[in-house]
Structure formats: structure tokens, C-alpha cells
């Protein structure tokens, strides 16, 4: 299994941004798809975007796209998720995901299960 570590979350006004990071480390394969989910109180665990491991193919959310931009350095074994034009509704714990258990067309899962490691999570919050 990947150990996956978030970083980068925080307060932040309406209008503003983040820069999330997501550091891997153990077993890595930079040819495997990697993704960002999100999960507020009392809601379920919500796709946000997801990249793929060799041509970084990307997929979004409907809530988040054109906002937020998913992007990875394979050299340094890290994802990131630029987070734009932020609002409350976005407030949740952003999660970091890695090792899918299935193959798909690229850029990979885009549902919770589809993938078999998890970070911690990091807490986003944005103010009306």
C-alpha cells in the first residue's frame, strides 16, 4: 500500500485559493492514476478530480470544474490540487487517493471505491 500525506489546507475568505499537496511515499507507481476526493459533515465522500500516471489526463468534478486544477511531479512523488475562486460550498476534509483497485480509461477511477489508499485528509474551510 501507498502512505499518502495531504498538506496545504486552511481558512480561507470567498474568492480566495489553496494549493494542496499530497506527498507518497512506500510503494509508488508513477504510471497509476491518483485522485482527490472531499467530504463535508454529513455528506458522502465526493469525486473532485483525478490524473492519470503517464500522460496526466485529467477528469473534474462537475462542482469544481474550471476552478480547481489537479496536476502531479512524479519526481517527487507528490499531487497537487490548485483550488481557485474558492467558495463555502467547498468547505470539507480533502482527501489525497492512490492504488486503484481496477483498471479504467483514463484518468482513472472516479468513485470512492476505485481506489485502495487514503491520507489523513486536510481540512479546507472557506468563509461567506
Known amino acids: 500500500q501507498v502512505q499518502l500525506v495531504e498538506s496545504g489546507g486552511g481558512w480561507v475568505q470567498a474568492g480566495g485559493s489553496l494549493r494542496l499537496s499530497c506527498a507518497a511515499s512506500?510503494?509508488?507507481?508513477?504510471?497509476?492514476?491518483m485522485a482527490w476526493f472531499r467530504q463535508g459533515p454529513g455528506k458522502e465522500r465526493e469525486f473532485v478530480a483525478a490524473?492519470?500516471?503517464?500522460?496526466?489526463?485529467?477528469s473534474y468534478g462537475d462542482s469544481v470544474k474550471g476552478r480547481f486544477t489537479i496536476s502531479r511531479d512524479n519526481a517527487k512523488n507528490t499531487v497537487y490540487l490548485q483550488m481557485n475562486a474558492l467558495k463555502p460550498e467547498d468547505t470539507a476534509v480533502y482527501y489525497c487517493a492512490a492504488d486503484p483497485r481496477y483498471r479504467t480509461l483514463p484518468p482513472g477511477p472516479t468513485v470512492a471505491e476505485g481506489y485502495g489508499s487514503w491520507g489523513q485528509g486536510t481540512q479546507v474551510t472557506v468563509s461567506s
Open positions: 490524473i492519470s500516471g503517464s500522460d496526466s489526463i485529467t
Open positions: 512506500g510503494r509508488t507507481r508513477s504510471t497509476e492514476p
